[in-house]
């Protein structure tokens, strides 16, 4: 059993304030959609909207076909994990488990093999007679999964289910999530605002910001080809570098102009771009440290930070602006070196005033 | 040379020592300057009396003088007198009829009240302003209540053509009467501890078990009862210890009657150590008075445990 989840045109209002505004997204069948944003952008909102735990003020919601926004809770059958679990605190975990089922008048035949078969795929079987006070958080989010396994339903909402767990935790239910996905064949939508979740568990992901959507994609589309400067900013570690830019539009392609007499030519086709400002974008690993002479920018290095695998030089060209490069992990630059830096302009991007991107034709 | 290598490792420790540092847990006694005043009444208005209170009751006393030791002469008095015995029965009637009632009103009250609403705030006010009145106030209301004829209870009951029950005379209802009174008077406490038991439960709970399909009745049975099980004991117990000590009302509105029916131990004790001035009498049936409320308690809070979970 799985749901194409149909959103249409839906607005949420807390008093004066507009929460969600007139907002539109189709999720398909078996899908894992992952809604990504800051605090406050509404995510949350909207998944409780599905769940039936906000009402909707405008709009209609509907599961495969069905419009469900003016079903209880109860009768949407969907399951959500909580981002605190929200497990009932004097039952035990298979009672915690069982609660729904025995709440339809399932039988009690039925309700022991499905909690049995959950608590086997989540290796809480040993746990069952416990109560949820004697579990570690990790346990905890299992059982509450589990409680949304047994019920079969046809989709999963998940809020932030992972941001209560310490950090290696964090990693391993990460990884069990993407295992789980592939074994309940259902759709799901979680909710963070943490990008590596966000990337590694969805096939789209639905970047949010100030109650509207950015951008839907994949997690490369949204990585590689940001539809707004607020994705490119939001989405990637470190954050897309952005360097203010006078544009050369004569050839073929646009040339990028910066402070100090740098240029860099992109791969973005001349006739594209309106008038008005625009600003030169990359990401971190497209800007690599040369040595000085070499590449297409010269700069001081700021900061060096070590990741192992690579290093990323915080370097400030002429005009004071900064830009994150990468280097190798045993990178020898220091801090205060003078540094080459090459733009590869086939990876750049260029975004207007309001925001909106260009991507260079190689990204 | 010896004593140039000997000094150093005298004047520091060798690896491995523990240097003695001042120890951050280590009591300072000027704290006790904080819990002095309190633990002064303490000792002197509830410790001391209560073990003069046991000297006493071992003691023919009268408020001249404390008379030759009787031992367990008291006692004996107080279990032959029928008077007590009918005040012990009386008491544990009257516990009998307030607590539960307290508990199962206060927790619907709590129930009906725990939402945001402006309405919601005003009733909690309406229902917890009667806990506020004197004794004196309550029982004068509810005379005015219960007097036959002109009474309001007589008035409603006129308006059916029905007689009011005495509530007041009657052997068989006076303790209800005033069973009912006192419900009224002290709804508000049990009423307040459960809502506050109610605004702690967390509401995801609650959004879990609309998504679990779980409709009003299984909600309150399965979620809300259970997670304020501490307070239903807490206020039982509560409830038992403040109801053990019955005295205004009977004796403001039968004065222990009709025939002692309404007499509870504590009017008992008045009657005996003040108005009869049989001190070593009255402190014994007080003695008895402390060990049923403490079984009481502890028997309830045992009771509770037992089952886990408390």
Same mark, same amino acid.
């Given at each position: 059993?799985?749901?194409?989840?149909?959103?249409?045109?839906?607005?949420?209002?807390?008093?004066?304030?507009?929460?969600?505004?007139?907002?539109?997204?189709?999720?398909?069948?078996?899908?894992?959609?992952?809604?990504?944003?800051?605090?406050?952008?509404?995510?949350?909102?909207?998944?409780?909207?599905?769940?039936?735990?906000?009402?909707?003020?405008?709009?209609?919601?509907?599961?495969?076909?069905?419009?469900?926004?003016?079903?209880?809770?109860?009768?949407?059958?969907?399951?959500?994990?909580?981002q605190s679990y929200a497990l009932y605190p004097h039952m035990t975990v298979a009672d915690n488990m069982a609660f729904g089922l025995r709440n339809i008048g399932i039988s009690a035949d039925v309700i022991s093999a499905r909690v049995t078969e959950a608590g086997r795929m989540l290796e809480i079987g040993h746990l069952m007679e416990r109560k949820p006070g004697q579990l570690s958080g990790g346990q905890r989010q299992r059982v509450?999964?589990?409680?949304?396994?047994?019920?079969?339903?046809?989709?999963?909402?998940?809020?932030?289910?992972?941001?209560?767990?310490?950090?290696?935790?964090?990693?391993?239910?990460?990884?069990?999530?993407?295992?789980?996905?592939?074994?309940?064949?259902?759709?799901?939508?979680?909710?963070?605002?943490?990008?590596?979740?966000?990337?590694?568990?969805?096939?789209?992901?639905?970047?949010?910001?100030?109650?509207?959507?950015?951008?839907?994609?994949?997690?490369?589309?949204?990585?590689?080809?940001?539809?707004?400067?607020?994705?490119?900013?939001?989405?990637?570690?470190?954050?897309?570098?952005?360097?203010?830019?006078?544009?050369?539009?004569?050839?073929?392609?646009?040339?990028?102009?910066?402070?100090?007499?740098?240029?860099?030519?992109?791969?973005?086709?001349?006739?594209?771009?309106?008038?008005?400002?625009?600003?030169?974008?990359?990401?971190?690993?497209?800007?690599?440290?040369?040595?000085?002479?070499?590449?297409?920018?010269?700069?001081?290095?700021?900061?060096?930070?070590?990741?192992?695998?690579?290093?990323?030089?915080?370097?400030?060209?002429?005009?004071?602006?900064?830009?994150?490069?990468?280097?190798?992990?045993?990178?020898?630059?220091?801090?205060?070196?003078?540094?080459?830096?090459?733009?590869?302009?086939?990876?750049?991007?260029?975004?207007?005033?309001?925001?909106?991107?260009?991507?260079?034709?190689?990204? | 040379?010896?004593?140039?290598?000997?000094?150093?490792?005298?004047?520091?420790?060798?690896?491995?020592?523990?240097?003695?540092?001042?120890?951050?847990?280590?009591?300072?006694?000027?704290?006790?300057?904080? =819990?002095?005043?309190?633990? #002064? &009444?303490?000792?002197?208005? !509830?410790?001391?009396?209560?073990?003069?209170? $046991? *000297?006493?009751?071992?003691?023919?006393?009268?408020?001249?003088?404390?008379?030759?030791?009787?031992?367990?002469?008291?006692?004996?008095?107080?279990?032959?007198?029928?008077?007590?015995?009918?005040?012990?029965?009386?008491?544990?009637?009257?516990?009998?009829?307030?607590?539960?009632?307290?508990?199962?009103?206060?927790?619907?009250?709590?129930?009906?009240?725990?939402?945001?609403?402006?309405?919601?705030? =005003?009733?909690?006010?309406? #229902? &917890?302003?009667?806990?506020? !009145?004197?004794?004196?106030?309550?029982?004068? $209301? *509810?005379?005015?209540?219960?007097?036959?004829?002109?009474?309001?209870?007589?008035?409603?009951?006129?308006?059916?053509?029905?007689?009011?029950?005495?509530?007041?005379?009657?052997?068989?209802?006076?303790?209800?009467?005033?069973?009912?009174?006192?419900?009224?008077?002290?709804?508000?406490?049990?009423?307040?501890?459960?809502?506050?038991?109610?605004?702690?439960?967390?509401?995801?709970?609650?959004?879990?078990?609309?998504?679990?399909?779980?409709?009003?009745w299984q909600t309150l049975r399965s979620i809300t009862l259970p997670s304020i099980k501490r307070t239903f004991v807490l206020v039982i117990i509560i409830q038992i210890v403040l109801q053990f000590q019955l005295f205004g009302q009977p004796w403001l509105m039968t004065r222990g009657g009709p025939n002692n029916l309404t007499k509870p131990i504590v009017l008992y004790i008045y009657d005996t150590a003040f108005r009869r001035w049989?001190?070593?009498?009255?402190?014994?049936?007080?003695?008895?008075?402390?060990?049923?409320?403490?079984?009481?308690?502890?028997?309830?809070?045992?009771?509770?445990?037992?089952?886990g979970e408390l």
């Amino acid at each position: 059993m799985t749901a194409h989840i149909e959103i249409k045109d839906v607005v949420k209002r807390f008093g004066a304030a507009t929460v969600i505004d007139h907002l539109s997204l189709s999720i398909d069948p078996n899908e894992f959609m992952v809604f990504l944003g800051p605090s406050g952008c509404g995510k949350s909102t909207l998944l409780r909207m599905i769940a039936g735990l906000e009402s909707v003020d405008e709009g209609t919601i509907s599961i495969n076909g069905q419009r469900i926004d003016n079903l209880p809770p109860g009768q949407r059958d969907i399951a959500m994990v909580f981002q605190s679990y929200a497990l009932y605190p004097h039952m035990t975990v298979a009672d915690n488990m069982a609660f729904g089922l025995r709440n339809i008048g399932i039988s009690a035949d039925v309700i022991s093999a499905r909690v049995t078969e959950a608590g086997r795929m989540l290796e809480i079987g040993h746990l069952m007679e416990r109560k949820p006070g004697q579990l570690s958080g990790g346990q905890r989010q299992r059982v509450a999964i589990g409680r949304a396994i047994v019920k079969e339903p046809k989709a999963f909402l998940f809020d932030e289910p992972l941001s209560n767990l310490d950090a290696a935790l964090r990693v391993r239910t990460r990884v069990e999530l993407a295992q789980l996905r592939h074994r309940v064949k259902s759709t799901m939508i979680f909710v963070t605002h943490d990008q590596i979740e966000a990337m590694t568990l969805a096939d789209r992901i639905v970047v949010m910001n100030n109650r509207k959507i950015e951008q839907i994609g994949t997690p490369m589309e949204i990585y590689s080809r940001p539809a707004t400067r607020f994705v490119a900013t939001f989405v990637g570690s470190p954050a897309m570098n952005f360097v203010d830019a006078t544009l050369d539009t004569s050839g073929t392609n646009v040339t990028a102009r910066f402070a100090g007499g740098v240029s860099v030519e992109t791969d973005i086709g001349s006739n594209q771009l309106g008038d008005g400002k625009y600003t030169f974008g990359i990401r971190s690993e497209d800007v690599r440290v040369a040595p000085v002479g070499q590449g297409n920018a010269e700069g001081v290095v700021d900061v060096i930070e070590r990741l192992g695998e690579r290093t990323l030089v915080y370097a400030r060209l002429g005009d004071g602006q900064q830009v994150v490069g990468s280097d190798a992990g045993n990178s020898p630059v220091a801090v205060g070196d003078r540094i080459g830096l090459a733009f590869d302009g086939r990876k750049s991007h260029l975004f207007n005033e309001a925001g909106h991107a260009w991507h260079a034709r190689g990204v | 040379m010896a004593e140039q290598l000997t000094l150093p490792q005298t004047a520091t420790p060798a690896a491995g020592v523990r240097v003695p540092s001042a120890d951050i847990y280590a009591p300072k006694w000027r704290n006790f300057i904080f =819990v002095a005043p309190y633990l #002064f &009444f303490f000792t002197t208005l !509830l410790v001391f009396p209560l073990f003069w209170g $046991i *000297w006493l009751s071992f003691h023919k006393a009268d408020t001249f003088s404390t008379g030759k030791f009787v031992g367990f002469g008291n006692y004996i008095r107080l279990f032959n007198d029928k008077v007590f015995l009918q005040s012990i029965w009386n008491t544990f009637y009257f516990v009998g009829l307030t607590v539960p009632a307290l508990a199962l009103i206060g927790l619907f009250l709590a129930l009906c009240l725990n939402r945001r609403t402006r309405s919601a705030a =005003v009733l909690r006010t309406i #229902f &917890f302003s009667s806990s506020v !009145l004197s004794v004196t106030i309550v029982t004068l $209301i *509810w005379r005015i209540v219960y007097i036959p004829n002109n009474g309001l209870l007589s008035i409603v009951y006129g308006w059916f053509g029905a007689t009011a029950p005495s509530f007041i005379s009657d052997p068989n209802l006076a303790m209800i009467g005033i069973a009912i009174a006192t419900i009224w008077w002290c709804i508000g406490l049990p009423m307040m501890l459960f809502l506050s038991a109610l605004q702690q439960i967390p509401q995801d709970i609650y959004e879990a078990a609309a998504l679990d399909n779980a409709n009003r009745w299984q909600t309150l049975r399965s979620i809300t009862l259970p997670s304020i099980k501490r307070t239903f004991v807490l206020v039982i117990i509560i409830q038992i210890v403040l109801q053990f000590q019955l005295f205004g009302q009977p004796w403001l509105m039968t004065r222990g009657g009709p025939n002692n029916l309404t007499k509870p131990i504590v009017l008992y004790i008045y009657d005996t150590a003040f108005r009869r001035w049989d001190l070593g009498l009255g402190a014994a049936a007080s003695e008895i008075l402390f060990i049923l409320i403490l079984i009481a308690a502890m028997a309830q809070y045992l009771v509770t445990r037992r089952k886990g979970e408390l």
